[in-house]
């Protein structure tokens, strides 16, 4: 494995060093979108930079600030924080229009992402969206909180809460939910001007299929394709489902050179 490349984000203070790499090859290009917790060396992101390597086709991964490989601590992390890093990989290590793939939270990244590109050089040529967790900081964490935990959370700036995927509890911080809120996209209609397929399990434990489904109507207008893994988890791991994001990238954009 080569060691990444780094690009800085930010000024003063909020600079970090944001470490990516490109699987060389045409386009239009793949740009994975990771998950919260989750980084570019994740099975998912590897396929997809192995399935470049023999397909040809250009494959950029990176890790968010606090994740992976990249400087900045995760309790600083909010969607705009690690939105401004997407765009920033975008603009300054992409060519062309890309094909985004988001993955849980890297999906309500690429929604806000493309929106942001709309009518620009590098706007989206398609979305890949794997258990998109558009709002989930609203409408999957802090709805579902008790009373105690959002009293912690808004008194002392954070909850430490157990995780299924690693033995140490995160941080879920003020600052994440109250930035969240600024970024909300299914509150109202969403027009992306681009092909979007959504890949759901339907046993995910941590997006329900039915807030993928309200995800579809709010992109009404888009040409979206819904496929339900019935007994898919959150991870959508398995060499089936591995299979099956590939197919999908396939389908939104044929190689170029």
């Known amino acids: ?39 570019m060396q994740a099975t ?12 040809g086709r250009a494959v950029t991964r990176f890790d968010y600030s606090g994740h992976g490989e990249s400087g900045g601590h995760f309790s600083d992390g909010t969607i705009g924080r690690w939105l401004d890093e997407a765009l920033a990989i975008i603009a300054g290590a992409v060519a062309g229009p890309p094909i985004l793939v988001g993955s849980s939270m890297g999906g309500w990244i690429a929604l806000l992402a493309a929106r942001r590109l709309a009518g620009t050089p590098k706007a989206p040529a398609g979305l890949v969206l794997i258990a998109p967790a558009a709002d989930f900081t609203e409408r999957l964490m802090w709805a ?68 993928a489904m309200l995800l579809t109507e709010r992109l009404a207008s888009d040409d979206v394709t819904v496929t339900l893994i019935k007994d898919g988890d959150h991870r959508l791991s398995r ?15 044929p190689a170029t050179a």
């Open 44 to 55: 998912k992101a590897t396929h997809l930079s192995e399935w470049g390597a023999r397909a």
């Open 144 to 211: 579902a909180f008790p009373t105690d935990v959002r009293r912690e959370v808004m008194e002392t700036g954070f909850w430490l809460r157990p995780s299924a995927y690693s033995p140490e509890p995160y941080p879920i911080t003020r600052g994440l939910i109250e930035d969240g809120r600024r970024h909300l996209v299914l509150d109202a209609g969403l027009a992306l001007g681009c092909p979007v397929h959504i890949l759901q399990g339907m046993a995910d434990p941590d997006v329900p299929w039915q807030h």
């Open 1 to 39: 494995m080569s060691d990444p490349l780094f690009l800085d984000v930010g000024e003063g203070a909020e600079r970090r060093a944001i470490a990516w790499r490109r699987q060389d090859g045409g386009g239009p290009e793949v740009v994975w979108l990771g998950g919260f917790r989750s980084d």
């Open 239 to 253: 060499p089936q489902d591995l299979d099956k994001l590939v197919e999908a990238v396939e389908g939104i954009a």
